[in-house]
Nanobody, 118 residues
Framework: QVQLAESGGGLVQAGGSLRLSCAAS????????MGWYRQAPGKQRELVAA???????NYPDSVKGRFTISRDNAKNMVYLQMNSLKPDDTAVYYC????????????WGQGTQVTVSS
């Protein structure tokens, strides 16, 4: 059974930083991808960043230059460094882990709340 354990969320003032971590255990996907999504109240879940083998990392304009995704393949972990946080970044952040060859074969973390106060 694959489990994704997220950590690092919390309350921070605007302009501050947080680093989210996600550890995937029990995965037998082989070649796989990991990424971060977020969902703000009343809004759809959106992709923040993903690391897909052989693919370029794209960030939405809303976080470009402020957020950086990284991955430790040996530990099957993915990180999201968030700098210069804004109140609009307030959301539940979810980690996703999926099979490279079958993207619908996926797992999601339980989500970690990030709240940015003005």
């Amino acid at each position: 059974q694959v489990q994704l354990a997220e950590s690092g969320g919390g309350l921070v003032q605007a302009g501050g930083s947080l680093r989210l971590s996600c550890a995937a255990s029990g995965s037998n996907f082989g070649i796989n991808a990991m990424g971060w999504y977020r969902q703000a109240p009343g809004k759809q879940r959106e992709l923040v960043a993903a690391m897909v083998p052989g693919a370029r990392i794209n960030y939405p304009d809303s976080v470009k230059g402020r957020f950086t995704i990284s991955r430790d393949n040996a530990k099957n972990m993915v990180y999201l460094q968030m700098n210069s946080l804004k109140p609009d970044d307030t959301a539940v952040y979810y980690c996703r882990h999926w099979s490279y060859y079958s993207p619908t074969n996926e797992y999601w973390g339980q989500g970690t709340q990030v709240t940015v106060s003005s």
